[in-house]
């Protein structure tokens, strides 16, 4: 899992501003995934991409968007639409679909 | 859909002793359940794995076993240390798209 990382480590918002999260991995890995955890909670799947150029709603995608130009790398977007963005966000990874999942150290956002 | 349940929520455990957390899933198809664990702040972390072709796996102090026909399977961790004090959480791969499906959470705790 050293070969995933994310950025930034914090990140603050205001109201009605749009963020975006980074995640890379440099581990030759098909799939990316976004997860969201709040305190005391599991984690929640926002989007998932099973190869470039190709992603899937997860569980709660309303107010997030991703894209995935790159094997590298797949960005998250908390847009304004999403009502209670302070949350914990996990990127992880996995050799293909379904496989052995690791993840990068999160991001914690904070909509202040 | 796949569901996974994973009982207790919070469990505390003498140090030295052992501790089980348990988690039953409902798709009859799914043939990977990893197990992760989190220390506050971090990132989960893979610490074992079963398929659904063995019984139980074990390394070093910790243990998985798998029940097919009940679709259980349990984490053990023996000799409990203070570094086990983490959220520990187990997942299954649902058979129909490959998705990794998480429980959520134990909060274990090791008391002195």
């Known amino acids: 899992d050293g070969g995933i990382t994310q950025s930034p480590k914090y990140l603050f918002r205001k109201e009605g501003q749009n963020v975006t999260l980074s995640c890379e991995q440099n581990?030759?890995?098909?799939?990316m995934y976004w997860y969201r955890q709040d305190p005391g909670q599991g984690l929640r799947l926002i989007y998932y991409s099973q190869i470039v150029n190709d992603f899937q709603k997860g569980d709660i995608a309303e107010g997030y968007s991703v894209s995935r130009e790159k094997k590298e790398s797949f960005p998250l977007t908390v847009t304004s639409a999403q009502k209670n963005p302070t949350a914990f966000y996990l990127c992880?990874?996995?050799?293909?679909?379904?496989?052995?999942?690791?993840f990068g150290p999160g991001t914690r956002l904070t909509v202040l | 859909g796949e569901n996974v349940e994973q009982h207790p929520s919070t469990l505390s455990v003498q140090e030295g002793d052992s501790a089980v957390i348990k988690c039953t899933y409902s798709d009859s198809a799914s043939n990977y359940f990893p197990w992760y664990k989190q220390e506050l702040g971090k990132r989960p972390q893979l610490i074992i794995d079963?398929?659904?072709?063995?019984g139980e796996k074990k390394d070093q102090r910790i243990a998985v076993t798998l029940n097919k026909t009940a679709k259980h399977f349990s984490l053990h961790i023996t000799e409990t240390q203070p570094e086990d004090s983490a959220v520990y959480f187990c997942?299954?791969?649902?058979?129909?798209?490959?998705?990794?499906?998480f429980g959520k959470g134990t909060r274990l705790h090791i008391l002195p």
């Open positions: 581990l030759n890995h098909d799939a």
């Open positions: 997942a299954a791969k649902r058979g129909r798209d490959d998705k990794i499906i």
């Open positions: 079963i398929r659904s072709n063995v």
């Open positions: 992880a990874s996995s050799i293909r679909p379904g496989d052995t999942q690791y």
